[in-house]
């Protein structure tokens, strides 16, 4: 079929197609999934191109689609724009505008969608709360985020993943976050960012619009560098362990060493939460959800009820039982600062049969090699079972380890040798899809 520039036809106006997105309020972008009444949006990516199926998407019952394309016999239901994408945008801005709720936005290198799942927890029994869904938190899937956003909401949390400079700065100008959290800036996405400075630069764009707007900023108050970052924010709420507004431990009091059990010692009427994530390095996390509750009144027993109720799912700090075997599924990402805290905590638990099934890590640039290197030291200050290295730049590392190109290979190793009462953690970079080695198998 055919296409015409979108220039030979008029622009709809953002007013306009707000008007119709009321009256049809789910968005689709993908019209293998499209439900009759949709709105449509024809997005453009590098090897695909959604305006060639707009006129799909109509004969499959969208109620319009939203093009920046137009074919030689077009539909009247076809919305023509500039740009597909930034009228998305766009719209989740103006829609965005028409609340007046508090609109708490999350970044960081690791532990974001932990604590939007826990803050959400905490959050959602008291206050009618939005949050992203799963891991849609980039250029399309904050303003699906946004445009999810029902009229009954008192509460939204957003979470912003970003890979460069000027990122978050974008995503701010359309979500216009009241309150911020960075979790931590580690070595993640160096690709793209360049190095950790460039990391905390990028990450605290969300800070500059708080600072700019007269927002309010959860900081982990045991990071220095967020300290310093947060300067001039108007309302800083603090957690950490001491010195802060709400303070707490990592405690295993009742002899629980599997899963994190915090103590509170200050600002919050809990004695202790006894939460089914695995890892200390989910203790900021913790501590910032019950501080974003405590800051909105939220009463403490459910702050509590809500932390110890959540079940990690998705391959984030989950903890699983296969038969004889517990497995701590840690893969959905892995950057070196993630991975060296999994490191650390598994060698922690009691038992002595631990075997690390630890996969490449991505985005690092040219630091890559010397990052990899780094976490082969550190699995040499522990006695390991045995040790499974898949893929990437571990492979191209002279080691004495296991090594295998795919997790489904690893995950035929793994089989093969009938493990009893073994631990294992499973953890790499979303590309390496170390899931796989549960199901080829653990």
């Not at 709809?12 to 449509?40: A, Q």
């Not at 009938?418 to 631990?423: D, G, Q, R, S």
Request: charged share 20%; net charge neutral; aromatic share 10%.
């Amino acid at each position: 079929m055919a296409f015409l520039f979108i220039t030979f036809a008029p622009m709809i106006s953002i007013e306009s197609l707000y008007k119709i997105y009321l009256k049809h309020p789910e968005i689709c972008t993908d019209s293998r999934s499209l439900k009759s009444g949709d709105l449509f949006f024809a997005l453009k990516g590098e090897n695909f191109n959604g305006n060639h199926f707009a006129l799909q998407a109509i004969s499959q019952g969208a109620a319009y689609a939203v093009t920046d394309e137009i074919p030689e016999h077009p539909d009247d239901r076809l919305l023509p724009v500039n740009d597909v994408l930034k009228t998305l945008q766009a719209l989740a801005g103006y829609h965005r505008n028409q609340f007046s709720i508090p609109f708490i936005a999350i970044t960081g290198s690791n532990g974001k969608t932990t604590t939007k799942e826990l803050m959400h927890a905490v959050l959602a029994d008291t206050y009618r709360t939005y949050t992203t869904q799963g891991n849609l938190n980039n250029h399309i899937g904050i303003p699906l985020t946004l445009l999810k956003i029902k009229p009954d909401a008192q509460m939204a949390i957003v979470e912003m993943g970003a890979n460069h400079l000027r990122e978050i700065a974008g995503y701010c100008e359309y979500t216009r976050p009241t309150h911020g959290i960075i979790t931590n800036c580690g070595k993640a996405h160096l690709e793209g960012f360049g190095s950790v400075e460039g990391v905390r630069k990028g990450k605290g764009e969300l800070y500059d619009w708080l600072r700019e707007q007269g927002g309010t900023a959860f900081v982990m108050w045991d990071y220095d560098y967020l300290r310093e970052m947060s300067k001039g924010i108007p309302e800083i709420v603090s957690y950490g362990t001491t010195n802060a507004s709400v303070t707490g431990v990592a405690d295993s009091a009742d002899g629980e060493e599997t899963h994190l059990r915090v103590k509170f010692t200050r600002g919050v009427n809990i004695n202790f939460i006894q939460t089914q994530l695995t890892g200390k390095y989910n203790l900021p996390n913790v501590l910032a959800a019950v501080t974003v509750g405590n800051f909105f009144n939220t009463d403490p027993a459910k702050i509590k009820s809500g932390i110890e109720a959540y079940l990690p799912s998705n391959s984030r700090s989950q903890l699983l039982k296969r038969e004889s075997n517990t497995i701590v599924l840690d893969a959905y990402n892995a950057n070196p600062s993630s991975m060296k805290a999994a490191i650390e905590n598994f060698a922690g638990f009691p038992s002595k049969e631990k075997v690390l099934v630890l996969g490449a890590m991505a985005e690092l640039g040219a630091s890559s090699i010397k990052e990899h290197e780094e976490i082969l030291q550190l699995i040499t200050e522990y006695p390991w079972k045995e040790v499974v290295l898949v893929g990437g730049d571990f492979l191209k590392i002279k080691q004495p380890y296991r090594s295998f190109h795919s997790s489904a290979e690893a995950g035929t190793w793994l089989k093969s040798r009938h493990f009893k009462n073994t631990w294992f953690l499973v953890k790499g970079s979303r590309s390496m899809g170390m899931e796989k080695v549960l199901a080829d198998g653990l």
